[in-house]
């Protein structure tokens, strides 16, 4: 996309700002998409969702100008943040709480894999064209959204939830310190993964090292890669050990990495970090998700704290996305990755004083079952 982008004769804060307008549109809807998923349940939304997502992006080929990729970007983040408030619901619905870690670990594998190496897949197919990316990702989707249609059309799982499930709210949700620690660790997951990786690492690797489109679909398979052999095992362990003290050391690690990353000098030890610094994400994506779960339960009907977890990402996104782009023309790109890395070290600090959310409230119903007051702010 940023090379397609650059086609219009527009800056990287213009390119950059795909990628913000794309969080912007997802951080404005996850509100209704909470609603609608309570309302309607997860099915309904997962499918539109991505039925959206696909028929905006095919239409991003076929752009003839800037501000009609930039609108067809803020459709698809629509779309986006149905399928995955629906998602994330539904994963919180089936875990049960001894294994919340391990099917966190593969649902974070699918879509950090998907949103990582997406661009990977894209920087390779560019070799038939700077538009070939958005079809072929368009038709996967469509593909997607048929299969999902057909496998859980009978599913009660994905139904509309009953009336007599209990609610939680945010202001129950916001009572427990481990809530905000999820939240913040969400910004810093959006603004490293999203804003600098899918925005910043490709400019990086062209603008700097001079590389190819190709070169830089490698590099975020890189990360990809990385993080899909830290994340499934992290999950087990977070199943045995909690979820705190892994995401204290992820977080922080992956810190230490990201801000690595801008002071490599060479093609090869770019890809090495690049690997490093997606493992160290995920060793805390799968116990960050787990989190979610523990605190929210399987039992009861959460919209909009399920949701509100993903705006932060997104909010995180938008400002890391702009601020990198920033940087990078003002100051360096070194400097992008390490103001980057520091976000990541507040939000394992975020952790610190957070109780351990696996035996911190009800198993199953979570704070629908908890005290008045949760647990004490």
């Not at 925005?199 to 062209?206: D, H, I, R």
């Amino acid at each position: 996309m940023p090379a397609f982008a650059h086609t219009f004769g527009v800056s990287i804060k213009a390119v950059t700002f795909l990628v913000t307008v794309f969080s912007l549109s997802r951080l404005c809807f996850a509100p209704v998409s909470g609603v609608l998923v309570q309302r309607l349940g997860e099915r309904r939304i997962y499918i539109g969702g991505l039925l959206i997502v696909a028929l905006s992006t095919i239409a991003c080929a076929y752009s003839q100008a800037y501000w009609q990729l930039l609108t067809f970007r803020a459709i698809s983040g629509i779309g986006s943040t149905m399928f995955y408030v629906s998602a994330l619901g539904l994963m919180i619905h089936i875990s049960p709480p001894d294994a919340r870690g391990r099917i966190a670990g593969v649902f974070t594998t699918s879509f950090m894999v998907g949103a990582v190496g997406g661009p990977a897949i894209g920087g390779l197919t560019a070799g038939w064209g700077l538009t070939a990316p958005f079809i072929v990702y368009g038709i996967a989707m469509l593909g997607v959204a048929v299969a999902l249609f057909y496998g859980l059309r009978h599913s009660e799982l994905a139904a509309p939830p009953t009336p007599t499930r209990s609610t939680v709210t945010m202001r129950q949700a916001l009572r427990v310190r481990a809530y905000w620690a999820v939240l913040l660790s969400n910004f810093a997951t959006g603004w490293a993964a999203f804003g600098l990786r899918v925005a910043l690492v490709p400019l990086f690797l062209s603008d700097v090292m001079g590389d190819s489109v190709g070169v830089i679909g490698v590099a975020l398979a890189a990360f990809a890669a990385g993080n899909a052999l830290a994340v499934i095992p992290s999950g087990y362990l977070s199943d045995r050990m909690g979820r705190r003290t892994l995401l204290i050391i992820g977080l922080a690690t992956s810190g230490v990495a990201t801000a690595a990353l801008g002071v490599v000098s060479s093609l090869p030890a770019f890809m090495v970090a690049a690997a490093v610094s997606g493992a160290t994400t995920g060793i805390f994506m799968s116990p960050m998700q787990a989190a979610v779960a523990d605190i929210l339960g399987s039992e009861a009907r959460a919209g909009l704290p399920v949701a509100a977890v993903q705006m932060l990402s997104d909010l995180g996104a938008i400002v890391g996305s702009m601020t990198v782009g920033w940087v990078a023309e003002k100051l360096s790109f070194g400097w992008g990755f390490t103001i980057s890395g520091i976000v990541l070290l507040i939000a394992a600090v975020g952790w610190v004083p957070a109780a351990e959310t696996r035996t911190l409230i009800h198993p199953e119903h979570g704070l629908a079952e908890a005290p008045a007051d949760g647990e004490a702010a």
